[in-house]
T-cell receptor
Framework: GESVGLHLPTLSVQEGDNSIINCAYS??????FIWYKQESGKGPQFIID?????DKRQGQRVTVLLNKTVKHLSLQIAATQPGDSAVYFC????????????FGPGTSLSVIP | DTEVTQTPKHLVMGMTNKKSLKCEQH?????MYWYKQKAKKPPELMFV???????INESVPSRFSPECPNSSLLNLHLHALQPEDSALYLC?????????????FGPGTRLLVL
């Protein structure tokens, strides 16, 4: 399953399938991007990050792709599991300081058993 | 210890009450943050403390008053709040060393203003 831009806030995928969550950013000066997972009733949890000098980074079952040309970021989750159900936020560092982090609107991922 | 803790988990208060939210981290981080999150919305930055000094105030109303007593603690004092202030209040921390670094979040305090 795949979410499209910022206008599809929900994504449903079958357990075991791969998920792709997309995010567009607007500031070409942003040089650091983070994906957070927020489960119901909890704070955002760091998943993976990527710097602007990279176009791909892999973690455990997750991959983040960065396309600076079109200012687009995606999070791929392999073999999606019920525990992956959550809201996923992309966040960008827009400034020269560590504290200027702006969150995207989020995508709600539901995994169908 | 890689945890940010927040108390209380839930808080109900009237518009004339005074209450405080507390946040604590023992990761040696020197930047701490308060965010406000409404339902189905992303976190919005309110305040940043860097080395115990207030470095960012995102035009937050004065009925919210932050305090950083030491490098491990961050408080948010609440007074004369409005019902629209009901939200999840998140605390976060980061190392404050590099331009690109991760913020670690606590579980939040869910606030209801009646």
């Amino acid at each position: 399953g795949e979410s499209v831009g910022l206008h599809l806030p929900t994504l449903s995928v079958q357990e075991g399938d791969n998920s792709i969550i997309n995010c567009a950013y607007s500031n070409s000066a942003s040089d650091y991007f983070i994906w957070y997972k927020q489960e119901s009733g909890k704070g955002p949890q760091f998943i993976i990050d990527i710097r602007s000098n990279m176009d791909k980074r892999q973690g455990q079952r997750v991959t983040v792709l960065l396309n600076k040309t079109v200012k687009h970021l995606s999070l791929q989750i392999a073999a999606t599991q019920p525990g992956d159900s959550a809201v996923y936020f992309c966040a960008e560092n827009r400034g020269t300081s560590y504290d200027k982090v702006i969150f995207g609107p989020g995508t709600s991922l539901s995994v169908i058993p | 210890d890689t945890e940010v803790t927040q108390t209380p988990k839930h808080l109900v208060m009237g518009m004339t009450n005074k209450k405080s939210l507390k946040c604590e981290q023992h990761m040696g981080h020197r930047a701490m943050y308060w965010y406000k999150q409404k339902a189905k919305k992303p976190p919005e930055l309110m305040f940043v403390y860097s080395y115990e000094k207030l470095s960012i105030n995102e035009s937050v109303p004065s009925r919210f008053s932050p305090e950083c007593p030491n490098s491990s603690l961050l408080n948010l004092h609440l007074h004369a709040l409005q019902p629209e202030d009901s939200a999840l209040y998140l605390c976060a921390s980061s190392q404050a060393r590099a331009q690109q670094e991760t913020q670690y979040f606590g579980p939040g305090t869910r606030l209801l203003v009646l």
